[in-house]
């Protein structure tokens, strides 16, 4: 267990994070009274731990120097009676000795209020199942999902203005640069064992393997500069999802310059 200060130390470990990564948070204890208590895991070793923000109710108490402290405890044997051990480790050089025994004693008894504190009828099972989980340092592949999750989110905002526009070529050239930049060096590329996935409001229709004809479907919305009222029938022109389009004579598919709706290529009026 961990004993933490209150703002001034958590600006300094976010200040210092470039050097060493911020904690994982799990979850946080609710209506406790000692400060903001958390479920954390280190970012470095994985260790878990039970991490207080003395923020609480109890002023009586800062630790005002650094150190760790390890408490040992060992049930009897036929040879050697029960034990429990105490260690001190990377104590503040300039502390004197009655301030390290002074923030000794009150770690324990804070200590003891957290366990107290977290491990209720309600809470005990999750406390423990987070105390005792093994260790799990965060290894490449947390960073390379993380990474994966914001390119999804700039490849789906890129996708939805492409679409409105009717520039899929754009959309596609992204993902293929995207995909080169993500993919580590001298990795094999993966053998495909199903069709890639299409994106809603883009239709291949199979031509040939290597050339695959396509469709863009008409989107939701009006086009920037389209037509949305008094649509012409005598200039072939239908409302179709609130705007004005022009059926040409070309059958589906469309290609990338005409948009089809039900089976027919359509152009938008007034563009």
Known sequence: MSLRGGGSSTKASRAGSRERPLDIIIRRYRRILLGRLYQVRDAKTGATSLDLHATGRRPDFHPDVDMDMVVSARAAT?????????????????????????????????????????????????????????????????????????????????????????????????AAILGSIMMPSGALEPTPTRPPHVPIGLVLA???????????????????????????PDASERLINGACWVETSKQAPCGDKQFEHKGKCYRAAGM
């Open 206 to 232: 199979a031509s040939t393997p290597d050339a695959p004809e396509m469709s863009i479907e008409v989107p939701k919305r009006p086009l920037k500069g389209q037509k949305t009222k008094d649509c012409d």
């Open 78 to 174: 036929e040879g050697a009676p029960s034990s429990l051990r105490v260690r001190l480790a990377n104590v503040s050089e300039d502390a004197s000795d009655a301030d390290v025994a002074r923030v000794a004693e009150g770690a324990l008894s804070i200590a003891k209020a957290m366990v107290q504190s977290t491990c209720t009828r309600s809470e005990l099972a999750a406390t423990m199942a987070h105390l005792r989980a093994p260790a799990r340092p965060r290894g490449p592949i947390l960073r390379s999902r993380r990474h994966w999750r914001r390119a999804r989110r700039v490849l789906a905002r890129v996708w939805t203005n492409t679409l409105k526009s009717g520039y899929v070529s754009v959309v596609l050239a992204g």
